[in-house]
């Protein structure tokens, strides 16, 4: 989308806006803004002019310029109907020096999850890949990944399912039943360019006790001391049925019927540019949606199985297990949730 679109959509985000206003503000002749107003109709805006000037009235469902109008986030948007993979096309793009863009599929046919993975991503689906170079070094990658989960989280609860976090990066609508266990693999530091793909090929995944609404895969590129670029890829299931995904997944249309899939994204956006812009704040918004935190883990680290009460999160993403044996840090790995930790036992 070029800078004049954007800064149009901008300026009528804000409310009505009079034509020579408009023109002054995109520094463009009203006949340009004319043309831009046109064009936004075309893509299925409404757009109606009265006497405080153009006034938006009503907006596509999806598309580059509907995320883009009213978006509180510094992202530009990609959108393609249909695409392989965002995570491919935005490593593209960061490979070709690109920043701060929303690549967005509404389809995707080629999608995947962490160790080469298939993810199933049909329209209805947020499927968006965002290509950022932060000012990081490789070992703080996986808090990106943290923020991702967290921003789906908090949007998924906006759109009012009852998500939460697994470790490190799943986003999981619990049972009801306590006594049942998942598992999902862990947040590798920076080998490669797969930010938190490794370790043990368990494909059971998140199915059993939660069942799977989002994940995230984040790839990067960097060198010792700084990272050059980060993808992260978000895949959550809105509106979609479940018979479209595999066995154990869910969707927001499944808990609680459609949502807006355009608001979801946004919201998705925005959550993540906001906590990215205060890394700080990364750890304890994730503590705050974990489901992890308090309960029996029983984890398989490349070093071994670790099994004790997870008690919390540590920078760049680390769980702190207590065991029989004292408090272990667990960078990496596959997390099983085995049941609530009890009050008496902390
Ligand atoms: C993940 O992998 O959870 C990361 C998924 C990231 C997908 C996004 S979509 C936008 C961007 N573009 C891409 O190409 N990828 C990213 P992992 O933890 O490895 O989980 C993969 C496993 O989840 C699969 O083996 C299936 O069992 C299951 N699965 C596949 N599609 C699913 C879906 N739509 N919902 C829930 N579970 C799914």
New binding site residues.
Partial sequence: MNETRRALLDALAGGPTAGPELAERLGVSRAAVWKQVEALREEGFGVESGDDGYRVTGVPEYGAAALAFGLDAPYEVEFHERLG????RGRELAAAGASDVAVVADE?T??????R?????PAG?L???LVLRPEIPPAHAPLYTLAAAVAVTRAAREAGVDASIKWP??VLVSETSENTSES??GVPVSEGTSVNADLADS?S?S?RGGR??????TEMEGEADRVSWVVV???A?VNVDIED??P??TSVREEVGDADLRAFCQRVLEAFAELTADPDSILPAWREHAATLGRYVRVETPGGVVEGEAVDVRTPGALVVRTDEGERIVHAGDCEHLRPARSEDR
């Fill in positions: 993979s965002t995570n491919d995707q080629g999608s995947r999850g962490r160790l993975r298939e993810w199933t991503a689906g499927w968006v890949s990066n799943d999902s693999d494909d995944d199915a799977k609404l989002a994940g995230v895969l890829g978000i895949g299931n995904l595999p154990g997944a």
